[in-house]
């Protein structure tokens, strides 16, 4: 019994390509270590690339969109559109339905879905205009 049980075990022993391997020599150095250091560079290159940059990007453009909101824009904020009434510094209020005012947190604004005209822009006809027609 004692003989069948060793053989068992020398032949996994024999069979595990783990334990045939030996150990590399080690004094490689450089030459060793500079593709695996290629390799990570590259990889966090690639993930600066795909990921980190447009997710920025994207940031940067929420943040522009959410500082150039104004009275009269409509806008998206948890599924609610309403209209802004008025912008302080941080906080925006919102007519949701007639007489309906919330006040809510700029940062809380999703989505912008029209632009109101900028007052003392080009929204007034020129008096010339309005005297010929």
Known sequence: MKNKILAISAAVLA????????????????????????????MFVVFYVLLIRPQQKKV?????????VRRGDRVVVSGFIGTV????????????????????????????????????GDAKPDSKEVAEG
């Open 85 to 120: 009434t008025r912008v302080q510094d941080d906080e925006a209020q919102l007519e949701l339905a007639d007489g309906v005012r919330v006040r809510v947190l700029k940062s809380a604004i999703s989505t912008v879905l029209t632009k109101s005209e900028p007052k003392g």
């Open 60 to 68: 940067k453009e929420q943040q522009a969109m959410i500082s150039a």
């Open 15 to 42: 069979a595990s390509p783990a334990l045939a391997q030996t150990a590399p020599a080690s004094g490689g150095g450089l030459s060793e270590t500079l593709p695996t250091l290629l390799m990570f560079g590259l």
